[in-house]
């Protein structure tokens, strides 16, 4: 079955990134990132029903099988991109005292550069130990703490607080990710399928288009930039990943 499903929910995940160029540009405070205009409760039930359609959309597609080597390069690339991004951005933060902010990157950036080395359909769990892959799904865990911490707990600020989901939907999708390559029989189909979709949607749709309009309003840090565009990343690939699992 042709993937019609994953297209429609790519196509809904791009309208929503659309709406949510429109509003920034228009309708929201930079300093602050409140929404100058109309409630702040009508952007988070926008979110909740893109992501629900979504999550209808995987229950329909009824992810069937992972295909086996074929061409899946896009995702390889993809997943070496990511990785080299993250090793760029520890680099960022070797010369500093916080050892997370270059320890957690360089090994997700380690780890996701390495699972190209999977999509490639070569060997991946000979070459990779599990704890690698445990310790690389960290940064995005670490990154979604710090916002809460670092930011105020305000649901007005609707940037942070979709930030700070978006990594936690990068963590979720590469954790599904990391249960698909390892236990055999190819588990969890479903919940991978539809991870990827909502990391696509945060990560590449949301939050990288975000992070591009608070670097060119003079807000944003080229670090910071480079971190934003690996999620975006992890987002894509949550895209193709999605789009290598067979629909039944």
Request: hydrophobic content about 50%.
């Amino acid at each position: 079955m042709k993937p019609i499903y994953t297209f429609l929910g790519a196509l809904v995940c791009i309208g929503a990134g659309l709406a949510r160029w429109l509003d920034l540009n228009n309708f929201t405070e930079y300093p602050s990132g409140f929404p100058t205009q109309g409630p702040y409760w009508v952007r988070y039930l926008a979110l909740g029903a893109v992501l629900l359609l979504l999550w209808a959309m995987g229950q329909a597609a009824r992810p069937r099988s992972l295909p086996q080597p074929r061409p899946r390069l896009g995702c390889a690339l993809l997943s070496f991109g990511a990785g080299a991004g993250l090793c760029m951005t520890a680099a960022q933060y070797l010369n500093t005292n916080k050892v997370l902010d270059w320890v957690l990157p360089g090994l997700a950036g380690i780890w996701l550069a390495l699972l190209g080395v999977y999509w490639l359909g070569l060997s991946y769990r000979a070459l990779i130990p599990v704890p690698l892959g445990i310790a690389g799904t960290l940064y995005f865990l670490y990154k979604s703490f710090l916002h809460g911490l670092t930011y105020a707990a305000n649901l007005h600020r609707i940037g942070v607080v979709w930030e700070a989901l978006a990594y936690l939907a990068a963590l979720w999708f590469l954790v599904k990710l990391l249960r698909l390559v390892y236990l055999p029989g190819e588990p969890g189909l479903a919940g991978c399928y539809t991870a990827g979709m909502w990391a696509f949607f945060l990560d590449s749709c949301i939050i990288f288009p975000q992070g591009v309009w608070t670097f060119l309003s003079g807000g944003g840090t080229m670090t910071g930039l480079l971190e934003l565009f690996c999620l975006g990343l992890v987002g894509l690939l949550g895209l193709g990943c999605a789009f290598s699992i067979r629909e039944g």
